[in-house]
Structures are given as structure tokens and as C-alpha cells.
């Protein structure tokens, strides 16, 4: 039976999440929720998740949220090979010492660009304050210069020599800035030459097809009628100008 895997693409941990069951052969079925248009909220998604988020996984009866603990949760039960989630004790630690780092470390830095690139000046048509910009510029720079100097140092992936699900979890995240026009590789040759690493690892037709909705945001949030979104824009403008 498929493990039922509930993604919006335009999600980081959604595009890790179907990446490493991908590329590991895993038989899942992809069922698509659009958080734009509110399907996270349904009843039927409810019973999935009751915290409305995603990714979410189902597998027969039993239903979890949370993408780190899923592709745990898929390492172990098909046995997929070690370098994805190390049994040897060090190496593990390693990978969680990164994914106990990165929601605050680099993920609510790369998000905000996304927000302030494009939520705020496109959809709801607020221009964002130049030192705002300047200032989630400089706190996405910081948790880049982290990854490269603190996880990477010359390694080829984070625990070493193979890629794991804490590469598969942060480039996700750095995609997220890149994407909306944020050149996070500009004068950084070891992220870059990493990035080039985790593509060539997970398969550039899988890496790319993860990322086509994201690389297209531009042009989706064109398309966007933000008059729907109008009750949520006064909370978003308090959020990301605050």
C-alpha cells in the first residue's frame, strides 16, 4: 500500500519531503493542498492533520504531520540506505544537530524574503521600508555564512562524504530566497559548489520538477485575487514590518 503524501509545493519541507521518497523509490501517492486557496482548512484534511499544516503523511491508519519526522519515519520503515539517516551514532547526531537548527536558524530568514519580495509588494501592494529589506538581508547573509562555515566547513554534504536528509533540508531553504530573486550564491563558491552536489545526488529532473512551483512564484502571485486575501493582510503587514 502507498504511504499518501499531502503537499503544496510552494513549501520547503513538502519539496524535501518528496524529494527524499522520490529518490529513494518509495511508493507514495501525492495528494495536493493548496494553502493559498485554504484547503489545509477542509474537513477532510482535518482528520489527516489536525494542526493544518504541511506536509502531512498518512499510512494506513496512521496519520502524522511535520516533514523531519516523516522522512525519519520513511527512513526507517523501508530501509532506506544509511547515509540518508546514519545509524552510527555520531553521524546521526550530526543530521539532528542540523534540522534542531535550521527552523530558526535559516528557514524564518528565507521565508520572510518571500513575504517581503513578493507577499507584501505584489499581492497586497505594500512597499516594504528599504531598512527592513536591508536589515532580512543581512539576517539571511548571517544564517548562509552558518551553513558554509559552521555545517559545511570542506565537506562535500553536512555529515561528511554523502548526502543526508539535513541536506535535503536545508537546500530547500536556500532555494526559497533564490527563487524570488535573492542571489544567495553570489560570492559564495562552497555553497554553491554544495547546492551543485545535493542536484547531481537527488537527480537534476527530481530536484528540478520539486522546484518548478517555486521557481514560478513570480509570475503565480501575478495571478492572485488579493481581494480574497484581504482579511489576512493587516496580520501579515503587522508580521513582516514589525
Known amino acids: 500500500m502507498a504511504v499518501q503524501l499531502f503537499l503544496d509545493m510552494m513549501s520547503q519541507p513538502c519539496r524535501s519531503v518528496y524529494m527524499f521518497a522520490k529518490k529513494n523509490n518509495i511508493p507514495v501517492e501525492v495528494k495536493t493542498v493548496s494553502l493559498m486557496n485554504g484547503e489545509q482548512y477542509s474537513e477532510e484534511f482535518g482528520k489527516i492533520n489536525p494542526i493544518r499544516k504541511v506536509p502531512a503523511l498518512k499510512d494506513g491508519d496512521f496519520c502524522m504531520g511535520d516533514s523531519v519526522a516523516m522522512m525519519q519515519y520513511m527512513a526507517e520503515k523501508f530501509k532506506t540506505p544509511d547515509h540518508w539517516y546514519p545509524a552510527d551514532l555520531q553521524k546521526r547526531a550530526r543530521v539532528n544537530e542540523y534540522l534542531g537548527w535550521q527552523p530558526t536558524g535559516i528557514r524564518m530568514h528565507g521565508s520572510k524574503m518571500l513575504y517581503l519580495k513578493l507577499s507584501l509588494p505584489i499581492v497586497f501592494k505594500v512597499e516594504v521600508p528599504e531598512e527592513k529589506m536591508k536589515d532580512a538581508l543581512e539576517n539571511l547573509d548571517s544564517s548562509l555564512k ?64 520539486a522546484h518548478k512551483s517555486i521557481m514560478g512564484a513570480k509570475e503565480a502571485v501575478k495571478l492572485i485575487d488579493s481581494s480574497k486575501l484581504e482579511p489576512v493582510k493587516a496580520k501579515m503587514v503587522k508580521i513582516m514590518l514589525s
Not at 195 to 209: N, T
Open 146 to 209: 552558518v551553513i558554509e562555515d559552521t555545517f559545511l566547513q570542506d565537506k562535500p554534504f553536512i555529515i561528511g562524504d554523502q548526502i543526508s536528509i539535513a541536506d535535503l533540508v536545508a537546500v530547500v531553504e536556500v532555494m526559497q530566497p533564490f527563487a524570488v530573486g535573492v542571489d544567495v550564491f553570489k560570492d559564495r563558491p562552497r555553497l554553491r559548489a554544495w547546492k551543485d552536489r545535493v542536484v547531481q545526488a537527488v537527480g537534476k529532473e527530481l530536484f528540478d520538477e
